[in-house]
């Protein structure tokens, strides 16, 4: 019973992981759509564009990481 219940807890987190991947190839195709400049924003600088790639790079490798560790190393 208990291998039943970590067998569908670790299939749930190979689809999240699968749906990780794709939103970070999705970002890195559209890349510069989602943090290219903009023209409705004109006092928006070149840092506040980085910090804001920089936290959603970061937000999206932990949920890399964590949902990569719960799929593989939950035996």
Not at 19 to 27: D, K, N, V
């Amino acid at each position: 019973m208990q291998n039943d219940t970590l067998i569908i807890i670790r299939l749930i987190f190979a689809g999240l992981f699968g749906l990780t991947l794709l939103a970070g190839a999705y970002l890195a195709q559209n890349f510069d759509k989602f943090f290219g400049v903009d023209p409705n924003i004109p006092s928006e600088n070149d840092s506040a564009r980085t910090y804001s790639r920089m936290q959603v790079l970061v937000i999206w490798a932990h949920a890399f990481l964590l949902t990569g560790a719960f799929a593989i190393f939950l035996h």
